[in-house]
């Protein structure tokens, strides 16, 4: 399997600070193993960036032969979030979320996953959640308690209920085998909470290259009121 990919990050049109954080930061291409993330920092001042970035940067260090485990790579990213926040008190409190896939040359992709950032595949048409959302509206949806319609628009939507920088945390594992066509999405919540999934859908089967699957969707976010940081990875599986 061959990986292309994009990604775009923008502060939106509300935030004057963008506290996401993205890998790779540009795009490519590659029959070698691809790591790709999305961190979504929150905490007062400049901390919910410093944690995004301090989460991510640590995750995503170590070689695939050094760390072949997504889960193992995301605590490893915590441990670097609680690090940070040990080192200066005006960073008391700060989290970030951490979607990571490791894409194998063979079709498998592994995940590990907290917070409320989402990876999602797109297949023959049909876009499918492949994350489980740690938030508030993320359990009442699961529950049946509340469609996603309704979640993008509660009062208590963006309350997120796992995140790194939290001792002891659980990370959520997931494994998909990719077929050839396939594309896949990480993205942050400013995408999710703007566009609806049938409109990230329409974006995703609208568009050829990954560069303009990114930019689309993030465009979109804006359109739709740009309220935060929107921040993607778009990635193509092609044989
Ligand atoms: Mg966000």
Known sequence: ?????????????????????????????????????????????AAGDVASRVALAAAIAPTPEEQPDPAARVRTGNEAVLKAEAEDRTRRGMGTTLTLGMFHPDGHLDVGHVGDSRMYLFRDGTLTQVTDDHSFVGELVR?????????????RRNIVTRVLGTPGLQVDSVELHLHSGDRVLICSDGLTDMVTRGGIEAILADTTTVTDAAWGLVEAANRAGGVDNTTVVVVDADQ
């Open 1 to 45: 399997m061959k990986y292309t990919w994009s990604s775009a990050t923008h502060v939106g049109l509300v935030r004057e600070s963008n506290q996401d954080s993205v890998a790779p930061e540009h795009d490519g291409a590659t029959d070698e193993i691809l790591i790709a993330a999305v961190a979504d920092g929150m905490g007062g001042a």
């Open 143 to 155: 529950a049946g308690k509340l469609n996603p319609t309704e979640a993008m628009q509660h009062p």
